[in-house]
């Protein structure tokens, strides 16, 4: 995606789903949702070894299916895994993919373009924000 892609999807993506949350401050699956959090993105929060629990006080979901409706998926797996959230997602009729740093999965890639999803992958959001010089979210009608 270009510059012009990713700062359209950013500043017009409402609900977030995080597949892969965190409860671990240290890593990635937690304070990036917190960033996100902070910017005013309405944040469901998926990993269902944390089903139930509080993370950034909202209670972490099972599964992506009950994240629903989805303006982009930001995923926080193994490469190897990213695939299958990938499917799901658009089985679920998300609008975007977004894979975290280090995470790529062309062949995924391929099947969310094909079926009309924006697609980002091996960046970051909380990198992407600054560097594009987005202004503040909050105050702008997004919850």
Known sequence: MTDADIR?????TRRIAVVGAS????RAGHY???FLIEHGYDVALVNPMLAGRQVHGRT????????????LVDVFRRSD????????????GAKAVW?????????????ARAAGL?????????IE????GLPPRIGQGFT
């Open 23 to 26: 409860d671990k401050p240290e």
């Open 118 to 126: 924006a697609f980002v992958q091996d960046r970051c959001p909380a």
């Open 99 to 111: 894979l975290q740093l280090g995470v790529a999965d062309d062949a995924a890639a391929g099947r």
């Open 81 to 92: 895994q990213a695939g299958q959230t990938v499917d799901e997602a658009i089985r679920l």
């Open 60 to 71: 972490v979901l099972g599964s992506l299916a009950e994240a629903g409706p989805l303006d």
């Open 129 to 132: 924000w600054p560097r594009l």
């Open 8 to 12: 359209t999807l950013l500043l017009n």
């Open 32 to 34: 990036i949702p917190a």
